[in-house]
């Protein structure tokens, strides 16, 4: 009491000065106790004795005792004129529950200062107890069992607390005691007197709380999703993002008012509880919507619809006829989101681009206010699937471009945004404005303009497309195409616009707010793949040109109208480089032979690539007859890269042939009458060189007199078989080039298989044989007509042969 006193004291002596506690310039509040609760100071010019600082404050004003401590929290303001500091207090180092003060400064001028300094006269800060008696003592208080414990912990800390035995609040050393138990759903902390072990009182940490859940669900496998707890159960309800996220059930209703809640006991949402039901799309749902905004958040800056946090909600189990569950929407007119149980053409439709296409109605609603009629509607079923592909594309492992793979029962998807007519999509919808297609289509249809617009920017692409034009995109990939889509939606662009030519004005401006040049290849390929899908004139293009051949010497490309940015070019490993990089033209040169290829770059965009060969020509695939009969003409060619002009060709082929003519990559020859085992080859000149020799081996062919005869025929008992040829050529193997690998074999050292098959093909006789004549009996066959087939194993030869017993 008596520290007290002295601050009053000191208290009179400030306020005897300068008048009342409240007296226009200075305003003060207490405690029963008489300690300050606040100080608001209204007139810093009349108030000369105003603390500078916190530390000030609790001397002279508070007069903190020696065993108080007082420690700041880290904080930074926002706005640099204002500083606010919080403290916690602590009493020989141990924290006080509820005790901290708090200060605010504007221009380093204290102008209010409140908090609960908790002062204790004396208190033995040395507990008696240890924190695991602690915990024992309010496990067996609340009666669960030491061995059902998962996890616990407890702190020591001062806390000031009224009993029933003591009504004045006093200090207390306390254990503050948690507890997880498998058994129970303990709720409670425990208060815990660190001196005597009494549980002085306990008090609940779960009213409402928010929880990491898992989810098994219906579509995206495994994933942690936030959950809220109440009412003894886990609920699909997430307030601890920027926006409040709920996933409700409607179990069939389409009044909003007929929700059901979507909870589970411990959180783990598993497909044994939730599959029956379907109840799992709505994990589906609540993981895409939290999926879906983290995603604008954390990259592009944007809180919800609004950008202000507008709530998310979505209703799974939307109505009960064929036409809502085969179906998802966004509600208009209450800003929500439904899902339907899906049913003849439909699973679930829940899937995470499914889940995104609503969400992008909402935006286009929010931000571009596009209501949904005309060809608004048209704008705004587009621009939800171009949502539906991002989100696949950064969230889900799915194909990007296919619009509800996972849910169509009877498709590969709903549609497809980057071949708008695949078969394999349940709707085609139209790649280019003002077709037929488009003309007689509804929104879905007509959507694919922007759609397969947003595709082509991406990922590029050459083409004719719906009237005709041909175009030449290169793509931007999808970083920029999606900063574009975020630029034009959410600084208005989009807003207002009624026609598709109004829209591709406002992305090609978006284009050059982003690139700050009117120019550069955004801009540029916005507007070609407007081109691309039937809206606006053909832009400038730029192109590469060059010698499709190129030796070591070096040679000169030229990258022709390039958009403004940073030229960088790339070649294949067998072309080096001569000129600076970002040269224009460039020089190049080959370093080894073969097919290459350069590429110009602008600002990390892959634009023109231009395929050349490097060097001179390597082996050559020489195609033609391999097998060949004698004193017949053959013609052979050589496979030139690049076409057959203006190289010269050195052919060689057996001595004993005879060359017949040549006519730019072919020859004509003529084989002798006993052709023989040989090659024939050739070595081509370009302008960088010459080619090795390469081509194929011929040998002599089967089908030019019969590899074998057969006699009698027709037969009766048996029949006498002769090789004709002394040698025979087993083909081993042939590769790719058409070089055909053989070994040449006496035909006497040879083990042939004979086997005979009847008119409907099944085998009657097997027989093995060595040597180059022999006979094969016939007694056990009917008459008839058989085919004989002679093998060596690699090569089968076949002859009619007819039966008849006499
Ligand atoms: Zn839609």
């Not at 407890?154 to 009993?163: A, D, I, M, N």
């Not at 975020?486 to 690139?515: G, H, P, Q």
């Not at 082929?653 to 040989?678: A, D, E, F, R, V």
Request: proline share 4%; aromatic share 14%; with cysteine.
């Amino acid at each position: 009491m008596k520290k007290l006193f002295s601050f009053f004291i000191l208290f009179l002596f400030v306020f005897v000065c300068y008048g009342q506690e409240d007296n226009g310039n200075i305003r003060i509040s207490r405690n029963h106790n008489g300690i300050i609760r606040s100080v608001e100071i209204l007139d810093h010019e009349e108030i000369p004795h105003v603390p500078k600082s916190a530390k000030e404050f609790f001397e002279k004003f508070l007069q903190i005792g020696p065993d108080d401590d007082f420690i700041i929290e880290p904080h930074v303001s926002k706005r640099t004129e204002f500083r606010h500091e919080h403290y916690n207090q602590y009493f020989r180092k141990i924290k006080v529950e509820c005790g901290g003060y708090n200060f605010h400064f504007k221009n380093d001028k204290l102008y209010f200062a409140s908090g609960n300094y908790i002062k204790i006269d004396s208190l033995n800060t040395q507990p008696s107890i240890s924190p695991e008696r602690a915990e024992e003592l309010f496990a067996k208080h609340k009666n669960i069992p030491l061995n059902s414990i998962i996890e616990s912990h407890s702190e020591l800390l001062v806390r000031e607390l009224s009993t029933t035995k003591i009504k004045e609040a006093y200090p207390y050393l306390i254990f503050k005691v948690y507890i997880l138990s498998d058994q129970l759903n303990n709720t409670e902390y425990g208060i815990i007197d660190a001196h005597t072990g009494e549980v002085l009182l306990q008090e609940p940490f779960v009213i409402n709380y928010s929880a990491t859940g898992t989810f098994a669900t219906r579509y995206n496998s495994t994933k942690q999703s936030m959950t809220q707890y109440y009412n003894s159960d886990f609920h699909l309800v997430d307030s601890t993002r920027g926006a409040k996220i709920y996933t409700r059930n409607l179990d069939g209703s389409t009044n909003y008012n007929d929700v059901i809640e979507l909870s589970d006991d411990d959180n783990n949402w598993t497909s044994a509880e939730h599959s029956s039901s379907e109840n799992d799309m709505g994990l589906d749902v609540h993981w895409g919507f939290q999926q879906i905004y983290d995603y604008l958040l954390n990259n592009h800056g944007f809180n919800s619809f609004n950008d202000n946090g507008y709530p998310i909600v979505g209703y799974i189990h939307y109505g009960l006829d064929i036409e809502d569950k085969d179906n998802a929407g966004y509600d208009l007119n209450n800003n929500l989101m439904y899902f339907g149980d899906g049913a003849d053409w439909f699973r679930p439709v829940a899937s995470l681009d499914a889940v995104a296409h609503e969400f992008g109605h909402g935006i286009s609603d929010f931000q571009c206010g596009w209501i949904y009629s005309g060809i608004l509607a048209t704008f705004h079923e587009g621009l939800s699937d171009i949502w539906g592909s991002i989100m696949d594309y950064r969230v889900s492992s799915q194909q990007p471009w296919k619009i509800g793979e996972q849910i169509d029962l009877s498709y590969g998807c709903i549609r497809n945004i980057q071949n708008t007519n695949d078969s394999n999509a349940r709707f085609k919808i139209a790649d280019t404005y003002n077709t037929p297609t488009y003309n007689g289509g509804d929104q879905y249809v007509k959507s694919g303009v922007l759609s397969h617009w947003f595709y082509l920017l991406v990922c590029g692409g050459t083409g004719t497309n719906g009237i005709g034009n041909t175009y030449n995109v290169y793509g931007v990939g999808m970083d920029m195409a999606e900063d574009l889509i975020v630029e034009a939606i959410f600084n208005n662009y989009l807003d207002n616009v009624s026609t598709y030519e109004e829209v591709r004005t406002a992305f090609k401006n978006a284009a050059y707010a982003l690139s700050s040049q009117q120019n550069s290849i955004l801009v540029n390929q916005v507007e070609n793949a407007w081109y691309a899908v039937g809206v606006g004139t053909k832009p400038s293009q730029m192109s590469l040109t060059g010698p499709w051949l190129l030796c070591s010497s070096g040679h000169y490309y030229t990258l022709h109208d390039p958009p403004f940015g940073t030229l960088t070019w790339q070649t294949s490993s067998n072309i080096q480089r001569l000129s600076t990089q970002g040269s224009n033209p460039c020089n190049f040169k080959s370093i080894s032979s073969g097919w290459g290829w350069i590429q110009a770059s602008i600002d990390g965009i892959p634009g023109p690539k231009k395929i050349v060969w490097s060097g001179k020509f390597e082996s050559t695939v020489v195609t033609g007859t391999a097998g060949v009969c004698p004193n017949s003409i053959y013609t052979y060619t050589a496979q030139v890269p690049g076409g057959d002009s203006s190289y010269t060709y050195s052919w060689t082929y057996p001595s004993n042939w005879y060359y017949y003519s040549q006519y730019k990559n072919t020859i004509t020859l003529q084989t002798p009458s006993n052709p023989y085992y040989g090659t024939v080859r050739v070595a081509i000149t370009n302008s960088c060189g010459t080619s090795e020799y390469s081509g194929i081996t011929v040998y002599p062919g089967y089908g030019c007199g019969g590899y074998y005869s057969m006699y009698p025929n027709p037969a009766s008992d048996e029949i006498t078989i002769t090789i004709n040829e002394p040698e025979t050529i087993v083909t081993e193997n042939e590769d790719i080039s058409g070089v055909v690998v053989s070994k040449v074999i006496p035909s006497d050292q040879l083990s042939f298989t004979i086997r005979i098959y009847n008119s409907l093909g099944t085998l009657v006789s097997t027989a093995t044989r060595t040597g180059t004549s022999f006979k094969i009996p016939l007694i056990n066959l009917r008459d008839g007509t058989y085919i004989v087939e002679l093998s060596d194993g690699k090569n089968s030869y076949r002859e009619l042969l007819i039966v008849k017993h006499d």
